[in-house]
């Protein structure tokens, strides 16, 4: 959309709203403005798609010919199925939460356009049974490198210029490239180009934080793209979640056979946000468990200390002793609906952040005789089980466990070996 096109289109709003009236200057008032913030530069949070001026032979697979490395890594990322993958399609052809233009936007950036966000984009339903490539290739070369018809790159060099036509755009190596689309709020139904409530994702903001409290790294490349690496994992990657977190655990007997004592403690390690980052979606649950020799769960917990805040964050899993849920909660404040009310829990892991969970784990009756095994392990969620439920995800699909230690409690008396009878 051409800024005339908006001018005019916020013109427009303006007048009705004045017409409208009290009412609709309460609206406005709540509604917030998008910033003029560097992050707007190549994406604009979802407002518009990318129009690339890429001549019509230029396409991914052309790339492919003289960068083979960054296509096979690209074609092995998120980002290459962000338009299609099962989690997102069900979403954006939902008509209660999905089909609108601002979707595409960041998930198929090269949508496309001349429509406002909120609209949903006509032969939708047809170009998900055979997706056209902008959508098959969801975040793409074209969409990240090429902008007036020209190859943008950090370096630009003569054997590349041979090649195509090129020119520096710093900004690509820049946190707030990855932002235009790793950070926003909740999109604004009423008025085109705003958005309302706070970030429902803040990768930014929380890399910030990251600085602030000593990190290292400067930009978001540094830990998900080494050297070049066009992979860019990041939650959907065992390897890089448990990079993020390490996990400790302790446990003694503090009552031989009654009373076992157990300390465990959560790392965040080489991550440059809070953990987990991204969605709001994305959660962790650390789960305990004393079991027998059977596997049978012993126990019960008479103690969690620690200044540990469990105000509603605690859910029950079956066959858990205990369950403790790290998660961003969105409330009315978070969604926009009411800026008064008390700021919602989060209590994910701050960069840096060690945190200790003790539990006291009673056995009765006791079981002076027969050893038993500390269990604990971290899951990693995708998004809440009623949300699965709602997009008929199976429960596999959306959580898997990233951690687990087993520590083994001696029984305090051993037991003697049984005396043969019966023998003259
Ligand atoms: C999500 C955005 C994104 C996508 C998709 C993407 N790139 Fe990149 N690419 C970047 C960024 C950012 C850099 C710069 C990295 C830096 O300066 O550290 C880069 C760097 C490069 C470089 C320079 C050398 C290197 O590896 O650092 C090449 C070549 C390249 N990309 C080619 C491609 C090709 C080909 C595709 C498609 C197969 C592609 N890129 C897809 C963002 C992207
Ligand atoms: C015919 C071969 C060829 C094709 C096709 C091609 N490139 Fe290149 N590209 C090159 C060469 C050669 C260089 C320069 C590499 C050097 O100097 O090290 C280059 C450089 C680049 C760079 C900067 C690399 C750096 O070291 O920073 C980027 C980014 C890039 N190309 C992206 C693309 C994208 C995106 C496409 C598809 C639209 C594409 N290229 C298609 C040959 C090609
Ligand atoms: C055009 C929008 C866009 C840009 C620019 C972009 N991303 Fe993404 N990124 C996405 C979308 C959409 C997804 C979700 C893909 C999916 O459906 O799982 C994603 C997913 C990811 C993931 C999650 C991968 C996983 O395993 O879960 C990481 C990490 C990531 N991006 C890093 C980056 C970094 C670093 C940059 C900047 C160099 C960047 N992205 C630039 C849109 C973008
Ligand atoms: C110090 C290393 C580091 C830096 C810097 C960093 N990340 Fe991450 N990031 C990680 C690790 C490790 C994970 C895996 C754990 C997790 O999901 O939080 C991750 C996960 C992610 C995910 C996946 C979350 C999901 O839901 O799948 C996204 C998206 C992401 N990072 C984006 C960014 C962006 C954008 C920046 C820059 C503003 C950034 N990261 C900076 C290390 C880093
Ligand atoms: C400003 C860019 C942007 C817009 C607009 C946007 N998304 Fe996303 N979305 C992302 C990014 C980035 C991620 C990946 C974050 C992560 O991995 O934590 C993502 C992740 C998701 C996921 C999780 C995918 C997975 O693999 O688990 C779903 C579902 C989703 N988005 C649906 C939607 C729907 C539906 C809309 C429109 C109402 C939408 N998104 C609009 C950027 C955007």
Request: charged content about 30%.
């Amino acid at each position: 959309m051409t800024s005339r096109v908006r001018q005019a289109i916020s013109l427009s709003v303006a007048v009705i709203l004045i017409a409208g009236g009290a009412i609709a200057t309460e609206r406005l008032r709540r509604t917030r403005p998008l910033r003029p913030a560097d992050s707007t530069v190549l994406f604009n949070q979802g407002l518009d798609p990318v129009v690339t001026g890429a001549p019509a032979e230029w396409t991914n697979e052309s790339c492919r010919e003289c960068h083979q490395a960054e296509y096979r890594q690209w074609a092995a990322s998120r980002h290459r199925v962000a338009g299609i993958n099962d989690k997102f399609a069900a979403e954006c052809l939902d008509s209660e939460s999905g089909r609108q233009q601002y979707c595409l936007n960041c998930h198929a950036p090269r949508v496309p356009g001349g429509r406002l966000p909120m609209e949903e984009p006509p032969g939708l339903d047809a170009d998900y049974k055979t997706p056209p490539s902008w959508l098959a290739d969801g975040v793409d070369c074209l969409a990240c490198h090429v902008r007036d018809g020209v190859v943008l790159a950090t370096r630009v060099t003569p054997r590349g210029e041979a090649r195509h036509p090129m020119r520096v755009e710093p900004r690509l190596a820049k946190p707030e490239f990855c932002a235009g689309c790793h950070q926003f709020a909740f999109k604004d139904q009423h008025l085109p180009d705003a958005f309302h409530g706070q970030l429902q994702q803040a990768s930014l903001e929380e890399f910030l934080e990251y600085r602030r409290l000593g990190g290292v790294e400067s930009r978001c490349h540094d830990c998900h793209m080494p050297n070049g690496n066009h992979l860019m994992p990041g939650g959907y990657d065992d390897a890089m979640v448990r990079r993020a977190v390490g996990l400790d655990v302790e446990a003694s007997w503090s009552q031989p056979g009654r009373v076992a004592d157990v300390v465990i403690e959560l790392t965040a390690r080489r991550v440059g946000h809070r953990v987990p980052g991204g969605e709001e979606l994305r959660f962790l649950t650390l789960r305990t468990r004393l079991a027998d020799a059977g596997g049978r769960v012993v126990g019960r917990t008479v103690e969690a200390a620690d200044g540990v805040d469990r105000d509603g964050l605690q859910s029950t899993i079956d066959g858990w002793l205990q369950v403790e849920t790290l998660r961003r909660r969105m409330g009315r404040r978070e969604h926009g609906r009411d800026y008064h009310a008390a700021a919602a829990a989060d209590n994910r892991l701050r960069p840096g952040e060690r945190r200790r969970f003790r539990y006291r784990i009673e056995l009765d009756p006791p079981r002076p005789d027969r050893p038993v095994t500390l269990q604990v392990e971290l899951w990693y969620h995708l998004m809440h089980d009623g949300k699965a439920r709602l997009f008929e995800h199976a429960a596999h699909d959306v959580q898997r466990p990233i951690r687990s230690v087993s520590v083994k409690l001696d029984a305090p008396r051993p037991v003697l070996p049984a005396k043969e009878s019966g023998t003259p």
